[in-house]
């Protein structure tokens, strides 16, 4: 009878598993058609769902928590992705960190991440320009100002191009173009408000729409005229 009852039990959590595992694959299929119709929602939900069926499922956590950083969901992707990254570590899981703690404002939480990132890819320019802005505003410009030195002096910069959020708006601008802006508010910070003028217009100069440069400069010109 104890034979009978324990190839019975093996017998459903068999069953069990394999339920569980169509399951699984049901949702990856759902996850797979909503993300190609833009449907970030859905996929969400389908993810959570694996989960909630195998929670150490490391593909699915990955995975969630990239899609609430691209979601805006800051607090979410850094929940996720810390048990993400207890199963196991890639640049993409500590990108999440890095960039969901910045989002939040939280700079001495995003500076670790971001700065592992920029030790495997010194010549990174939006690494470098992250490592550089939050630095900056940690009140940390001795850390700051060699890196962005380095995108001023870097072959790439003039030409690649990053996305920066001003007011309402957003511009892509050149890494160098921004590098020499943060630069002259460095130098507004310590009082260096010649050189503040230049690095402003070299910005200018760069990338004449670039409208964080130019209200800078007309506020410095404005102070000084003062």
């Known amino acids: ?3 009978v009852l324990t190839l019975l039990a093996i017998t459903l959590l068999f069953g069990a598993c394999n339920d569980s595992k169509s399951l699984i694959e049901n949702e990856w299929k759902v996850y797979t ?4 119709i833009g449907d970030v929602s859905t996929a969400i939900v389908s993810l959570n769902r694996i989960i909630a069926l195998e929670k150490y499922n490391g593909d699915a956590l990955d995975t ?3 899609l609430y950083l691209n979601a805006g969901s800051n607090n979410a992707a850094l929940k996720v992705g810390k048990r993400a990254l207890n199963i196991r570590e890639s640049d993409a899981l500590i990108q999440v960190q890095a960039k969901a703690n910045k989002n939040l404002g939280k700079y001495e939480e995003a500076l ?5 990132l920029l030790a495997k890819n010194p010549e990174d320019l939006e690494l470098m320009y992250e490592v550089a802005f939050v630095n900056i505003n940690l009140g940390k410009g001795n850390e700051a100002l060699p890196l962005i030195q380095k995108i001023i002096a870097h072959p790439n910069s003039g030409s690649a191009v990053m996305q920066e959020y001003y007011q309402n708006g957003s ?3 050149p890494y160098k173009a921004v590098a020499f802006n943060m ?13 503040a003028l230049q690095s402003y217009r ?3 100069k760069i990338f004449p729409k670039y409208a964080l440069a130019q209200n800078n400069l007309n506020v410095l010109m404005s102070k000084m005229e003062k």
């Open 202 to 204: 070299t910005a200018l």
């Open 33 to 36: 058609s909503t993300m190609e």
């Open 1 to 3: 009878m104890r034979k």
């Open 64 to 66: 969630l928590a990239i």
């Open 171 to 173: 511009q892509l601008l």
């Open 183 to 195: 630069l002259g508010f460095m130098q507004t910070q310590v009082g260096q408000n010649e050189d």
């Open 112 to 116: 670790p991440y971001f700065s592992k």
